[in-house]
């Protein structure tokens, strides 16, 4: 993958983490209730950090064709 293209991933990732961990979708989430004894916003914030350790994992280390 070359330099630009990953640089477009990597901001494109930063810009959906943006979106995800706004205001808005977290007062959503958080009016939900309980899920095996845990509040859905915990739940949602680990989920959505993994998540986005995962794709910069996959972006950073990802091989492009040779």
């Given at each position: 993958?070359?330099?630009?293209?990953?640089?477009?991933?990597?901001?494109?990732?930063?810009?959906?983490?943006?979106?995800?961990?706004?205001?808005?979708?977290?007062?959503v989430?958080?009016?939900?209730?309980?899920?095996?004894?845990?509040?859905?916003?915990?739940?949602?914030?680990?989920?959505?950090?993994?998540g986005?350790?995962?794709?910069?994992?996959?972006?950073?280390?990802?091989?492009?064709?040779?």
């Open positions: 993958m070359r330099d630009e293209e990953r640089g477009k991933r990597l901001i494109a990732v930063f810009l959906l983490g943006m979106l995800l961990l706004n205001f808005p979708i977290l007062a989430v958080e009016a939900g209730s309980p899920w095996i004894a845990l509040p859905p916003l915990v739940l949602y914030l680990f989920g959505i950090w993994a986005l350790i995962i794709l910069l994992a996959l972006i950073v280390e990802g091989r492009g064709p040779r």
